[in-house]
């Protein structure tokens, strides 16, 4: 699914910025190498950001031995 329309972002690569430790859509849109611009997609992406960061919060990584 597109989230953001005038980048033509995914929303997989929204999640995998997340996964990997954007924080917010600009953080996620950089690591796309693109800046938000009408606006629009910004409530969609922060909901996908803080559904993977919740997820990550509940099943925390192993940690290295």
Sequence with gaps: M???VCNAIRES???EAARTGARSPAQAYA???KKAKCGS???FA???I???RA???ANP???AA
């Design 50 to 52: 803080d559904e993977e």
């Design 41 to 43: 997609c910004l409530p």
């Design 61 to 63: 990584p192993a940690a």
């Design 55 to 57: 997820a990550i919060a």
């Design 2 to 4: 597109i989230v953001c």
């Design 46 to 48: 922060r909901a996908i």
């Design 31 to 33: 690591r796309c190498g």
């Design 13 to 15: 690569q929204v999640r």
